[in-house]
Nanobody, 122 residues
Framework: QVQVEESGGGLVQPGGSLRLSCVAS????????MSWFRQAPGKQREFVAA???????SYKEAVRGRFTISRDNAKNAVYLQMDNLRPEDTAVYYC????????????????WGQGTQVTVSS
């Protein structure tokens, strides 16, 4: 069974930091790359960052150098450390198992958790 649960969102001022967490079921986590996606109001869901089973990472250009993705294989957990946040980072953030194809990451299952809201505003 594929399940994920995201947490850690909140309201933060521009320039602030948040750390998002995601705990996944073993089916979702084992042998899968894991990614964070986000969806802002009125916009399509977009890729933010990915981490492979071996720890290799990939980022959307707009967050590179500000966000850091990591995983703890012992806890079936994925994290997203977000620093120097900007108003344009405001969105609901989702984690999901992903696969890599054609230089892009795609959701592996037709399943999304409830997400966690990140709001960057003064």
């Amino acid at each position: 069974q594929v399940q994920v649960e995201e947490s850690g969102g909140g309201l933060v001022q521009p320039g602030g930091s948040l750390r998002l967490s995601c705990v996944a079921s073993e089916t979702a986590f084992i042998r899968n790359a894991m990614s964070w996606f986000r969806q802002a109001p009125g916009k399509q869901r977009e890729f933010v960052a990915a981490v492979t089973t071996s720890g290799e990472t990939s980022y959307k250009e707009a967050v590179r150098g500000r966000f850091t993705i990591s995983r703890d294989n012992a806890k079936n957990a994925v994290y997203l450390q977000m620093d120097n946040l900007r108003p344009e980072d405001t969105a609901v953030y989702y984690c999901t198992p992903t696969y890599y194809s054609g230089f892009r990451y795609f959701p592996k299952y037709d399943y999304w958790g409830q997400g966690t809201q990140v709001t960057v505003s003064s």
